[in-house]
């Protein structure tokens, strides 16, 4: 079984720039996560998805942070303009029902340097 | 805010030792708790996973020990080995809810040959 794909996997832009990250979830996995992982910390839920509607994105700084999960499958997590702070690695997750014991299974994220 | 705190930072533990890990949480709401354990440019990946309706889960040589009233539970792995070395993160969900993960900040296990 494929795991969860992510791209790119590394990416250096400068402050004020945009970016975009793709996720590809594992196969029928209803439930799709980003996280945001600083270096030294734990990882940040950023953004969760059922299907292709928003369940929690209580902790996603909208003002420059949009992600969207178009047909309930692939996502995208879009950051304009960033900032130095953004400097992280972004982890997409995806769950077969998004509850209970539910494993959550990981990409391996994407770094990004903001310059 | 939902917060679980987690301790050591960093631990080195010599070959065939144990490495014991500790967390702490403060949402009673929590009551799914797995550990993940990450190595350098993966993404975590689910070691083991606790409900707090029993005090110990056993999967090979690792172990968690919960202990509800005091809102801590805590990671033992037997006879550590050189593979073992990696960063390891305690978590809390809600059960049943929609939430994701609340991770600590991990810890960065080193086991010396």
């Known amino acids: 079984e494929a795991g969860v794909a992510q791209s790119p996997r590394y990416k250096i832009i400068e402050k004020r720039q945009s970016v975009a990250f793709w996720c590809n979830p594992i196969?029928?996995?209803?439930?799709l996560y980003w996280y945001q992982q600083i270096l030294g910390q734990g990882p940040k839920l950023l953004i969760q998805?059922?299907?292709?509607?928003?369940?929690?994105d209580s902790q996603l700084p909208k003002d420059r942070f949009s992600a969207e999960r178009l047909k309930g499958v692939d996502s995208t997590l879009k950051i304009q303009p960033a900032k130095l702070e953004d400097s992280a690695v972004y982890l997409c997750a995806s769950s077969l029902h998004g509850r209970g014991m539910d494993e959550q299974y990981f990409g391996p994220g994407t770094r990004l340097t903001v310059t | 805010q939902q917060q679980v705190k987690q301790s050591p930072q960093s631990l080195i533990v010599q070959k065939g030792g144990i490495s014991i890990i500790n967390c702490a949480y403060e949402n009673t709401a929590f009551d799914y708790f797995p550990w993940y354990q990450q190595f350098p440019g993966k993404g975590p990946a689910l070691l083991i996973a606790i409900r707090p309706d029993v005090s110990e889960k056993k999967e090979g040589r690792f172990t968690i020990s919960f202990n509800k009233s005091a809102k801590q539970f805590s990671l033992h792995i037997m006879d550590s080995q050189p593979g073992d070395s990696a960063t390891y993160f305690c978590?809390?969900?809600?059960?049943?809810?929609?939430?994701?993960?609340?991770f600590g900040k991990g810890t960065h296990l080193i086991i010396q040959p």
């Open positions: 196969s029928g996995h209803a439930t």
């Open positions: 998805f059922q299907n292709n509607g928003v369940v929690d």
């Open positions: 978590a809390g969900r809600v059960y049943g809810g929609a939430d994701g993960l609340t």
